[in-house]
């Protein structure tokens, strides 16, 4: 079993990146976000 290091995403200035719903806007964030979730599933499949 490979532990998954790091799924953590820390936001620098996240009172700048999210807007007055709570919708994360800032779009490097995002993707990060969005590599680190296809990382997890590809991990998970055996």
């Avoid at 996240?14 to 599933?41: H, M, V």
């Amino acid at each position: 079993m490979n532990p998954v290091l790091q799924p953590e995403v820390l936001i620098a200035q996240a009172q700048n990146k999210f807007d007055t719903e709570g919708n994360l806007t800032d779009e490097r964030s995002i993707d990060i976000i969005k590599k680190k979730i296809e990382n997890l599933i590809s991990a998970c499949k055996v």
